[in-house]
């Protein structure tokens, strides 16, 4: 279900917001809804809108002043209808509601042709189910090889191409063997980001493996401060995934706009807070992320923090997997590596993630990437003695407090940071 809310009335009329399916989404003041709203007459989580397949329900948290679909005040949960009007405060917003376009069926047999000839549509490998355990099932390992694309170059020709049901409209960012495009979905007539995995690059059996079990192990974290996996598939014998699109800028180049170089901490606190809420998930889930860092953490233009980056993810459940976790040890960002990470990394779990969390927020605070000008052997002794200048001795307006909040989210033995997601999260909220 495409579900949309647009402001008539009130602060920012004309503002649009799109609803995700499958998670609750949160109206209000507070910085964690996904409709974030300068309302005084509002509360801070006012209602609460869940967008399910078939359907979009809304229902009041308790708020003070109450909440009016129609002009009626919200007693019980009901289902939005589209052009249906929410009245909370003195903002007043328009529901707008549509049939997601029906996917293609796939084919009985799997295509084959040769350069050349006229390709048709092949359906996505992987759609999204209706369970996260049925997502990750359905991303086959064994696709059929459908021809060849063109290699990206410096102007990278796929701009403006399509991938399946998919229209690649510009470049986010590149890793090791993968690229990330901004694109269009063309059924559901919305914005997406797509991981393309680069024509040429050596794709072996391991890191295919790692691609594969990184989508199926993320996209059963599902909260409003973690980006979503909506599907994913092979197109001209190259693996993608399709995820939600965050419009908005990486957490390492709000960084780099600061004319300070560095983040309040209040700020940092504010944003370690959502990321903290999206890795309670992943923990609930047996997930680990194994590559936080400001890079792979997105702030919308409303201010709200999302964890990207699902390429490293594992569960614990599924530990021992030795090539695949060693070789993702290596891909990841050294200098945000738990020293576990370098040391033995089969036997690295959520803790690993609590120490990344804690050296992003060491980075948005200070301005300085940890043991920066340090690589190779250099750098992994530092980390394994755990040599950092604390917080409040770089930053002169940051708390003890807070540097001792790094300190621990970043100690050198996982048993004496931070044990849980929770945790941090209670620790946080008293900065805030």
């Given at each position: 279900?495409?579900?949309?809310?647009?402001?008539?009335?009130?602060?920012?009329?004309?503002?649009?917001?799109?609803?995700?399916?499958?998670?609750?989404?949160?109206?209000?003041?507070?910085?964690?809804?996904?409709?974030r709203l300068r309302d005084p007459e509002i509360s801070r989580r006012h209602c609460e809108l869940h967008n399910d397949r078939d359907k979009v329900i809304i229902k009041d948290l308790g708020s003070r002043n109450g909440t009016l679909v129609n002009s009626r005040r919200l007693r019980d949960t009901i289902e939005l209808k589209d052009r249906d009007i929410i009245q909370i405060g003195g903002t007043q917003l328009q529901v707008k509601v549509s049939e997601p376009a029906q996917p293609a069926e796939e084919p009985e047999t799997p295509q084959q042709v040769t350069r050349g000839s006229v390709l048709k549509p092949v359906a996505t490998v992987l759609r999204r189910p209706t369970t996260a355990a049925e997502e990750g099932s359905r991303f086959s390992e064994h696709p059929p090889v459908i021809g060849d694309?063109?290699?990206?170059?410096?102007?990278?020709?796929?701009?403006?191409k399509s991938v399946s049901d998919f229209t690649l409209l510009a470049k986010i960012g590149t890793g090791p063997i993968a690229t990330v495009y901004k694109a269009r979905d063309i059924k559901r007539d919305r914005l997406v980001a797509i991981k393309l995995v680069r024509p040429g690059v050596e794709f072996s059996d391991v890191a295919r493996s790692r691609f594969v079990r990184g989508a199926k192990t993320w996209s059963a974290v599902i909260h409003p401060n973690v980006v979503r996996i909506?599907?994913?598939?092979?197109?001209?014998?190259?693996?993608?995934?399709?995820?939600?699109?965050?419009?908005?800028?990486?957490?390492?180049?709000?960084?780099?706009?600061?004319?300070?170089?560095?983040?309040?901490?209040?700020?940092?606190?504010?944003?370690?807070?959502q990321v903290a809420q999206g890795l309670e998930v992943a923990f609930e889930k047996n997930v680990v992320h194994r590559n936080i860092k400001p890079s792979n953490v997105i702030i919308s233009k409303s201010g709200m923090a999302f964890l990207a980056d699902f390429g490293l993810a594992k569960?614990?459940?599924?530990?021992?997997?030795?090539?695949?976790?060693?070789?993702?040890?290596?891909?990841?960002?050294?200098?945000?590596?738990?020293?576990?990470?370098?040391?033995?990394p089969q036997v690295a779990d959520h803790r690993c993630d609590i120490y990344g969390?804690?050296?992003?927020?060491?980075?948005?605070?200070?301005?300085?990437?940890?043991?920066?000008?340090?690589s190779g052997i250099d750098l992994v002794v530092a980390i394994t003695w755990n040599k950092l200048d604390p917080v409040h001795d770089m930053v002169f307006d940051a708390p003890k407090e807070f540097s001792d909040f790094v300190a621990r989210a970043m100690a050198l033995k996982p048993e004496e940071r931070f044990q849980t997601p929770q945790e941090l999260i209670e620790a946080l909220r008293e900065f805030l």
């Open positions: 279900m495409i579900a949309t809310m647009v402001i008539r009335a009130g602060k920012g009329v004309g503002q649009e917001f799109e609803i995700p399916e499958g998670k609750p989404s949160w109206i209000g003041r507070d910085p964690f809804c996904v409709v694309v063109p290699e990206i170059g410096e102007d990278d020709p796929l701009i403006g909506l599907g994913g598939g092979i197109y001209h014998s190259l693996y993608y995934v399709v995820m939600e699109y965050v419009d908005g800028i990486s957490l390492e180049k709000m960084i780099e706009t600061m004319d300070t170089g560095y983040l309040p901490y209040r700020k940092v606190a504010e944003i370690g807070l569960s614990v459940e599924g530990a021992g997997d030795s090539d695949i976790t060693t070789v993702a040890s290596v891909l990841a960002a050294p200098h945000y590596l738990a020293p576990e990470q370098l040391s033995n969390l804690g050296a992003t927020m060491y980075c948005a605070a200070t301005g300085r990437t940890p043991y920066a000008g340090l």
